[in-house]
């Protein structure tokens, strides 16, 4: 039975990223610029993928195996945040500096809203009550508040992680495939069905760059991985898991992510695959210095 929804879940999750990402070329909210944005070669590909592949993971999830509560609480979660994700995408303020989990949470410290402090209050605020929905009721008061706060803040953690990876094409798609497979066949969480069906659908077109997740797309993903590191883990893999979404995040304020995958060897050719290669640099033609003597031709 649990094959058969995990099959039904990566089906529905695929026909509905499809299904939605075609709906939204046929008529772009906003319009085709609003949705565009600049990638690291300098050519404009479409942020639609991030709502097709949210609304993906959301009806996979639902229709797949696991737990009811834990289904419900996974498709918030991962729902809400691609849903922050994109208000930020499209009502981000590119006139300020304001970069980096560390400047938005700076800003509203300032009391600054952000649209990226928005994000953050809001994946924070849905990650703790998608927690408290899916996170069951074992042992004692205190000890089911401290499940609940790890297992949110798990799922937001992983929600920011997986987007601030997200620098290149297809590197967010199998970032949180990768993360996932330790809890592959958790008894409490949502099957992968969902993440596999949604990623074959849309790793086409971002690795080859005409599309791409944005951070609606990205931080869907990142919630959903982390809802099923939350909700299937035990609770020291659970402590062990958070301690490393938060290494990592604050690595990411001082360390590029892309430097050390380019530096490591296994990580690099992970990441490569399925991409367009790298453009070959431009041959520069040699000098030619001028022949010191004026009005000299060449000798026989």
């Known amino acids: ?3 058969l929804r995990t099959g039904l879940a990566a089906v529905v999750g695929a026909a509905t990223t499809a299904v939605v990402r075609r709906g939204l070329a046929g008529s772009v909210p906003g319009g085709v610029e609003r949705w565009t944005r600049t990638n690291h070669r300098g050519e404009p590909v479409s942020m639609l993928e991030g709502p097709a592949v ?21 498709a918030l979660a991962t729902s809400a945040a691609g849903a922050f994700g994109v208000v930020d995408d499209l009502a981000e303020d590119t006139t300020t500096r304001t970069k980096g989990l560390r400047g938005h949470l700076g800003a509203l410290a300032q009391g600054r809203l952000t649209t990226g402090g928005l994000k953050v209050l809001g994946i924070g605020a849905s990650a703790l009550l998608a927690a408290a929905v899916g996170t069951p009721r074992r042992g004692s008061v205190a000890g089911h508040v401290t499940d609940v706060v790890v297992n949110g803040a798990l799922v937001a953690g992983t929600a920011n992680l997986v987007n601030l990876l997200d620098l290149r094409p297809g590197r967010a798609l199998k970032a949180s495939a990768l993360l996932s497979l330790p809890v592959v066949a958790a008894p409490g969480a949502a099957g992968t069905g969902a993440l596999l069906g949604t990623a074959a659908v849309a790793a086409p077109a971002d690795l080859g760059e005409r599309d791409m997740l944005g951070d609606g797309g990205a ?43 380019e530096r490591t060897g296994w990580l690099r050719r992970i990441d490569a695959i399925g991409r367009r290669p790298a453009e070959p640099a431009t041959p520069v033609a040699p000098a030619v210095e001028p022949d010191p003597t004026p009005g000299a031709g060449p000798t026989g």
């Open 54 to 74: 949210a609304a993906g993971l959301v009806a996979g999830t639902l229709v797949g195996p696991g737990a009811g509560r834990a289904r419900a609480a996974t």
């Open 1 to 3: 039975m649990g094959v």
């Open 219 to 261: 931080n869907a993903l990142g919630a959903w991985v982390g809802a099923r590191w939350a909700l299937g883990a035990p609770r020291a893999a659970r402590v062990v898991a958070l301690g490393g979404v938060v290494a990592l995040t604050l690595a990411s304020e001082k360390v590029s992510f892309s430097a050390v995958v």
